[in-house]
């Protein structure tokens, strides 16, 4: 028993963190933050209820959620030092490379953060790496096409900021679309956190050797990126424009079930769910909502994507292998739909993602039983043997 939750002896062996955080039932298509199901979630909260949730384990009252937005708007600007460095990067610099970059870079700024022994220095950090990634993010965007930097406005939500920075100019008034910072503010919510993922292990990992918490973060954010992890949602929505139509999709579920084929369907499996990911079904509705507000129900994409669902859970190979649509299926159309660039896709991921990987890093620190991460290994190499004496004079 680990909780009110009962295993079977067999996962405890296999487990190798626990966490109060987040829970998935895979077989039952089953998410819950803090107790709470996703589907209540990001139907009846916004993302700063669910950022406090995740951090301190209850939704906020009014006055809290008042103090905790505050707290985080006081950090929505970055170091101006830290602006110029981006002029160092090439302009056509993957948003995902500029973002390991520069958050790493933080470790530059905020020494106190070292010290991770100190409570109020891990919760600086926190709201800095919340307050700063939609920051960070936005000007990686508006560096690639060439456009200038916009700074956050505190007077909006975070949803709205990170639209407003995105897509605002100094020669035009800009306002975000309601529509669009409620799909936003939803997409943000499904990718908060997600129990001991890939990237979040990695975050584990790196700060279980006492590293702070920024360079941690970016080590989940490099993670983050591969297309078998974060990256699907933008491989995805390459892997749809080069489908093309519905005439082809048999093509390419064939080649997704051919063994020597190495293409797989993005935006389908995932290493726990065997079942309905139920952060999909929620992306697939907030695609309808926004295309038919958008007045564009006819989205060829979309169209495309709900073909493509269609035939391949009426396939046996899908079936039998328990593939579904994952999170990373839906995003990409909707964000498109947003007027968000594939390249910020999983930029955007990595901006939602950080609150989660911050509440398990700060579960992780508190764990008095904390040790170094040490993955075993099984030793597939040579027995023990000496070196060749070297021949003296021949
Ligand atoms: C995320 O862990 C998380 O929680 C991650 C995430 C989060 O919120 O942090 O949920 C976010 O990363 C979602 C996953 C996004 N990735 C993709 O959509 C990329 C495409 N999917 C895959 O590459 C794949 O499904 C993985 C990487 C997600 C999982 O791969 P596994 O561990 O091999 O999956 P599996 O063990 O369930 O596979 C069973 C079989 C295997 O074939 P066999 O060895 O039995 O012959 O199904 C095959 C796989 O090769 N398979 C696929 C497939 N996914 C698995 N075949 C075709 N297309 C696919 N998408």
Redesign the pocket.
């Given at each position: 028993k680990s909780g009110m939750f009962t295993y079977d002896p067999g996962f405890l062996s296999t487990a190798s963190t626990k966490s109060a955080i987040t829970f998935?039932d895979g077989d039952k298509g089953i998410l819950l933050y803090r107790g709470y199901p996703i589907e209540q979630l990001a139907t009846q909260c916004d993302f700063m209820e669910v950022c406090y949730l995740l951090l301190n384990g209850e939704l906020p009252s009014d006055e809290q959620k008042k103090q905790f937005v505050h707290a985080i708007k006081s950090h929505t600007m970055l170091h101006e030092q830290l602006v110029r460095f981006y002029s160092g990067f090439r302009r056509d610099a993957h948003p995902m490379a500029v973002m390991v970059g520069v958050v790493g870079a933080l470790s530059a700024f905020y020494h106190e953060a070292m010290d991770i022994s100190d409570a109020v220095h891990r919760e600086q950090s926190a709201f800095r790496l919340i307050a700063k990634l939609p920051t960070i993010a936005a000007m990686a965007y508006k560096y690639n096409i060439g456009q200038p930097f916009i700074y956050p406005r505190n007077d909006l939500s975070y949803a709205a900021n990170f639209l407003h920075m995105m897509f605002a100019t100094p020669a035009e008034h800009y306002e975000p679309n309601p529509v669009f910072v409620k799909a936003l503010d939803r997409i943000l919510i499904l990718?908060a956190?997600?129990?001991?993922?890939?990237?979040?292990s990695t975050v584990r990992l790196a700060g279980s050797s006492g590293a702070n918490p920024f360079a941690c973060i970016s080590a989940g954010i490099a993670c983050?990126w591969g297309?078998?992890?974060?990256?699907?949602?933008e491989?995805?929505l390459n892997m749809l424009e080069e489908i093309g139509d519905t005439s082809r999709i048999t093509e390419y579920i064939k080649r997704?079930?051919d063994?020597n084929d190495p293409?797989?369907?993005?935006?389908?499996?995932?290493?726990?769910?065997?079942n309905f990911?139920p952060?999909a079904k929620l992306m697939r509705e907030t695609c309808h909502e926004v295309l038919d507000e958008m007045g564009l129900h006819n989205n060829r994409l979309f169209k495309l994507a709900l073909e493509l669902e269609k035939i391949a859970l009426e396939d046996d190979?899908?079936i039998t292998?328990?593939?579904y649509p994952?999170?990373?299926?839906y995003s990409g159309i909707i964000q498109r739909a947003l007027g968000i660039p594939t390249s910020m896709f999983t930029a955007i991921?990595a901006m939602a993602?950080t609150v989660g990987w911050v509440a398990q890093w700060n579960e992780m620190i508190a764990d008095p039983d904390q040790k170094i991460g040490r993955p075993r290994q099984l030793y597939t190499g040579v027995t023990q043997r000496d070196v060749p004496s070297k021949e003296t004079d021949k």
């Open positions: 998935i990718h956190d997600h129990e001991q993922n890939a990237s979040t983050l297309p078998a992890h974060g990256g699907a949602n491989a995805c997704a079930k063994k293409f797989r369907l993005m935006g389908f499996g995932h290493r726990v769910y065997k990911d952060r190979y899908f292998k328990k593939l994952n999170v990373d299926f991921f993602r």
